[in-house]
Structures are given as C-alpha cells and as structure tokens.
Nanobody
Framework: QVQLVESGGGLVQPGGSLRLSCAASGSIFSMYLMGWYRQAPGKQRELVAS???????SYADSVKGRLTISRDNAKNTVYLQMNSLSPEDTAVYYC??????????WGQGTQVTVSS
C-alpha cells in the first residue's frame, strides 16, 4: 500500500504562483511513475503532468510552459510548480503514483483556487 499526501494548495490571484507537494510512502519511490491530475467542477479528471522514474516529463498542452513537475527521490516527494495561474486552473489537484507490478494510488487531493 502506498500513501500519498498532497500539500500546498490554496487561494492565489491570477498571474500568481503555487507549489504543490506530494509526499509518498514506500522504499522504492524512485521506481514510481508519478503524476499530477486535476478535476474542475463539472469536468472529468485530467492528467496535468507526469514524471517517470528516469526523470522524463510530460505535460498537458494547456499547462506547457507554466507548470513544472519535478521529483526528489531522497525525500520521496514530487512537486508541481505552477506559475502564471489563471482562473481556468482552479481545480482539485490529485497526486498519482503508479508502482510497477503493484498498482496505482491516489492522494486525497488539494484545492487550488485562482481568483481575484
């Protein structure tokens, strides 16, 4: 069982920045494929960014150039740096871990609200 705990959400003005963190349990974190998803009210959950065990990253077109995913294997933590935020980024953001041969896990989510 892998536990994921997100933090760093909150209220921010348009154009502002936030950094989300996701702390994961487990001794093989470096092998996890990690991702950040988001779900806005009335919409389906969507993949925002992912990072492989080797550090390769992938982004949704809507966030390229504004959001950056990174990981610190020594701290079992994945980050999502979010810059130039707009109201369209308002959503609950979820951390996701895919553990090879074991399964996929979700965090509880953290609310991000972009509003003036």
């Amino acid at each position: 069982q892998v536990q994921l705990v997100e933090s760093g959400g909150g209220l921010v003005q348009p154009g502002g920045s936030l950094r989300l963190s996701c702390a994961a349990s487990g001794s093989i974190f470096s092998m996890y494929l990690m991702g950040w998803y988001r779900q806005a009210p009335g919409k389906q959950r969507e993949l925002v960014a992912s990072i492989s065990s080797g550090g390769s990253t992938s982004y949704a077109d809507s966030v390229k150039g504004r959001l950056t995913i990174s990981r610190d294997n020594a701290k079992n933590t994945v980050y999502l740096q979010m810059n130039s935020l707009s109201p369209e980024d308002t959503a609950v953001y979820y951390c996701n871990a895919h553990v090879p041969a074991i399964g996929t896990y979700w965090g509880q989510g953290t609310q991000v609200t972009v509003s003036s």
